[in-house]
T-cell receptor
Framework: KQEVTQIPAALSVPEGENLVLNCSFT??????LQWFRQDPGKGLTSLLL?????REQTSGRLNASLDKSSGRSTLYIAASQPGDSATYLC??????????FGTGTRLQVFP | NAGVMQNPRHLVRRRGQEARLRCSPM?????VYWYRQLPEEGLKFMVY????????ESGMPKERFSAEFPKEGPSILRIQQVVRGDSAAYFC?????????FGPGTRLLVL
């Protein structure tokens, strides 16, 4: 049974810092991995999707890497801003269907 | 193209009542997923539907819960005889190719 773990559970940093969020999964036979952002009381916004054959994806200040064999992914956020404050979720799928989510990292970036 | 729509956004029910949650996928999307997020927990898959078909309901409780996605109209998640433990945020997502797009969620509170 696939289990997805995210550490840290919470993170508070000053504006401008570069930071790394971690995601690990127990079954490496994934189809893809996705990072989402969830704002309080809101839905999920997809940030990056990495196919199992890929090593990383980049979008603006965000970079996600995938090491499928070791069951790990990291989300790197460069030059953090207060607007980045949210909960970040990673999720894996084993084919083109349901997502298995981690419990998230709650990020607060203070001015 | 409007995003995934869910209504109501907030729903209050007393124990024993029925809850009906609706999800309208993005235009042209024929795959719908329902997920549940209990307080302080991650999202858990419930059910995956295509038009008029349930593809995977492995995450849905066997009793009191049902889902449908008719040929016309929104997908419906129905919870009969609600209990306090059903209080949660219920999200639906529609899928295009390999990306799932999430709605804003319905927050159900059972008194």
């Amino acid at each position: 049974k696939q289990e997805v773990t995210q550490i840290p559970a919470a993170l508070s940093v000053p504006e401008g810092e570069n930071l790394v969020l971690n995601c690990s999964f127990t079954d490496s036979a994934i189809y893809n991995l996705q990072w989402f952002r969830q704002d309080p009381g809101k839905g999920l916004t997809s940030l990056l999707l990495i196919q199992s054959s890929q090593r990383e994806q980049t979008s603006g200040r965000l970079n996600a890497s995938l090491d499928k064999s070791s069951g790990r992914s990291t989300l790197y956020i460069a030059a953090s801003q207060p607007g980045d404050s949210a909960t970040y979720l990673c999720a894996v799928s084993h084919n083109t269907d349901k997502l298995i989510f981690g419990t998230g990292t709650r990020l607060q970036v203070f001015p | 193209n409007a995003g995934v729509m869910q209504n109501p956004r907030h729903l209050v029910r007393r124990r024993g009542q029925e809850a009906r949650l609706r999800c309208s996928p993005m235009k042209g999307h024929s795959h719908v997923y329902w997920y549940r997020q209990l307080p302080e927990e991650g999202l858990k898959f419930m059910v995956y539907l295509q038009k008029e078909n349930i593809i995977d309901e492995s995450g849905m409780p066997k009793e009191r819960f049902s889902a449908e996605f008719p040929k016309e109209g929104p997908s419906i998640l129905r919870i009969q005889q609600v209990v306090r433990g059903d209080s949660a945020a219920y999200f639906c997502a529609s899928q295009y190719q390999e990306t799932q797009y999430f709605g804003p969620g319905t927050r159900l509170l059972v008194l």
